[in-house]
T-cell receptor
């Protein structure tokens, strides 16, 4: 069973461009979480999605950031008009249960975004 | 969300046991205790979780205090590959499942 896949692994963008980060969950998992890790900082929750629904976006910045998890295909984290402060590692995780206190999240290898 | 407190860093010698402590004095009765670790330049990795009883798996053991206000992750024989940041996280029922990561404990393993 393939693990969580993220691509690209590394992404370089210039200020003002758009960044699209993709996450394919583990087979059979319909719950996806996105986290961001700024340089020298801890992991911060961004958003939790189920197929076609955003369940919890309490950690998403109010502007320029959006996420989706369509019925078919990977989950996408989209950052519009990137700024240098968006440079970070972005991790997605998938889980089979979503929200259950016994649930386990399986993380991908991350996408490292660098904004020039 | 209930908070956890961990030492910033710990050191261990290779092939010796390591005990990583975590305090969670405000834990509620339905909170599970989860441990994840993050190896350098990788995504976090699930280690173990438990509620009240001690738990064992192929990676580690989890010892939970009787009052549940603290727990200890035990690596029975540390290897160089166990050098990582270890996070102790509480997961509450009814939560959306998001993980609240603290600073964790950076474990250094000396050969």
């Amino acid at each position: 069973n393939a693990g969580v896949m993220q691509n690209p692994r590394h992404l370089v963008r210039r200020r003002g461009q758009e960044a699209r980060l993709r996450c394919s969950p583990m087979k059979g998992h319909s719950h996806v979480y996105w986290y961001r890790q700024l340089p020298e900082e801890g992991l911060k929750f961004m958003v939790y999605l189920q197929k076609e629904n955003i369940i919890d976006e309490s950690g998403m910045p109010k502007e320029r950031f959006s996420a989706e998890f369509p019925k078919e295909g990977p989950s996408i984290l989209r950052i519009q008009q990137v700024v240098r402060g968006d440079s970070a590692a972005y991790f997605c995780a998938s889980s089979p249960l979503g929200g259950a206190s016994t649930d386990t999240q399986y993380f991908g290898p991350g996408t490292r975004l660098t904004v020039l | 969300d209930a908070k956890t407190t961990q030492p910033n860093s710990m050191e261990s010698n290779e092939e010796e046991p390591v005990h990583l402590p975590c305090n969670h004095s405000t834990i509620s009765g339905t909170d599970y205790i989860h441990w994840y670790r993050q190896l350098p330049s990788q995504g976090p990795e699930y280690v173990i979780h438990g509620l009240t009883s001690n738990v064992n798996n192929r990676m580690a053991s989890l010892a939970i205090a009787e009052d549940r206000k603290s727990s200890t992750l035990i690596l029975h024989r540390a290897t160089l590959r166990d050098a990582a940041v270890y996070y102790c996280i509480l997961s509450a029922s009814g939560n959306t499942g998001k993980l609240i990561f603290g600073q964790g404990t950076t474990l250094q393993v000396k050969p």
